[in-house]
């Protein structure tokens, strides 16, 4: 299962239509508190999330699950790419980091990377 948290509604329904089409199951989220509210939660093998969103950012979604022993491997986008939060989101065990628009072909090796570190890259579920 991998699981999208993202504002914006084109970019969650882009990514559904792409990790279908690879064979995964995914679900797709709103906010990170709509996230956190879900029993998808403990199904995700890999979580891709937007960083600026209102309410509670992707990065402080990351630090959240990580203080609660919840370690999901993680790939940030976001539309507002800079240096300083990608240091930091790496620094922190993020997997991957990478600015929108998304290129298709280097966040599959991402998702790739994500599903075989959390053991599901051959249960397409």
Do not use: W
């Not at 969650?12 to 279908?20: A, E």
């Not at 960083?51 to 539309?79: D, K, W, Y």
């Not at 990608?86 to 280097?106: I, Q, S, T």
């Amino acid at each position: 299962m991998v699981s999208v948290v993202d504002d914006d509604r084109h970019f969650r329904k882009s990514m559904r239509r792409l990790i279908r089409s690879l064979g995964y199951s995914v679900d797709d989220f709103t906010s990170a508190t709509d996230f956190l509210a879900s029993p998808r939660l403990a199904d995700t093998a890999c979580l891709i999330s937007d960083i600026n969103m209102p309410v509670m950012s992707g990065l402080e979604l990351f630090r959240h699950l990580v203080a609660q022993g919840c370690t999901i491997p993680t790939i940030f986008v976001t539309g507002l790419p800079n240096d300083s939060d990608e240091a930091h989101a790496l620094n922190d065990g993020v997997l991957c980091y990478l600015a929108k628009p998304v290129d298709e072909e280097r966040l599959t090796r991402c998702l790739f990377e994500a599903l075989r570190s959390a053991g599901s890259l051959n249960e397409s579920q």
